[in-house]
Each structure stands twice: as C-alpha cells, then as structure tokens.
C-alpha cells in the first residue's frame, strides 16, 4: 500500500484559494489512481476530483467544476489540488486517497487513506 499525507488545509475567506497537497510513500505511486474525497460535519464522504495513473485523465464532481484542479508529478510523488472561488459550503476535511484501477467516484473502492486536511470557508 502507499502511504499518503495531506497538508495545506486552513481558514479562508469566502472568494479566497488554497492549495492542497498530498505526499506519498512507496515505489509504486504511479500505479494508482489518486483521489480527493472530503467530508462535512454531518455528511457523507463525497468525492471532489480524481486523476488517472497518466494524469491525462481527470474526474471533478459538478459543485467544484472551474474552480478546483488536480495534478500530479509521478517523478516526484506529491498530488495537488488546487482550489479556488472558495465557498462556505466548501468546508470539510479533505481526504487524499488512493486505488488501483481506473477512476471511480465511490470510496469504498479505494484502499489507502490519509488523515485529511481541514479546510474551513468563512463567508
């Protein structure tokens, strides 16, 4: 399994941008699929974006769509996402994960998890 460790969460404004990365361990890295998942006080685990092996391919859920972008650096290990236009509704903790196999929305089909990120919108 890879190992994955998030970071760059924070407080900002509503209209405001951060960038979240996620680090991972293991040789394998660039064998799996990555995704960001995040969840809300009172909500299920949702997810955000996703990006293939190559990193030509990519997934954003419709409320994110033009605002958040996902990359990666298969020689360097760490995954991004870039989030801007904050919104309240934006708020949660942001979970960086990882599978083998082609993208997927649902996060039962991903094997590896890091401890989240918490990012929180003021309006």
């Known amino acids: 399994q890879v190992q994955l460790v998030e970071s760059g969460g924070g407080l900002v404004q509503a209209g405001g941008s951060l960038r979240l990365s996620c680090a991972a361990s293991?040789?394998?890295?660039?064998?799996?699929?990555m995704g960001w998942f995040r969840q809300a006080p009172g909500k299920e685990r949702e997810i955000v974006a996703a990006?293939?092996?190559?990193?030509?391919?990519?997934y954003y859920t419709n409320s994110v769509k033009g605002r958040f972008n996902i990359s990666r650096d298969n020689a360097k290990k760490p995954v991004y996402l870039q989030i801007n236009s904050l919104k309240p509704e934006d708020t949660a903790n942001y979970y960086c994960?990882?599978?083998?196999?082609?993208?997927?929305?649902?996060?039962?089909?991903?094997?590896?998890w890091g401890q989240g990120t918490q990012v929180t919108v003021s309006s």
């Open positions: 990006i293939s092996l190559s990193g030509r391919g990519t």
């Open positions: 293991g040789r394998t890295f660039s064998s799996y699929t």
């Open positions: 994960t990882a599978r083998f196999g082609s993208i997927t929305t649902t996060p039962r089909d991903f094997g590896s």
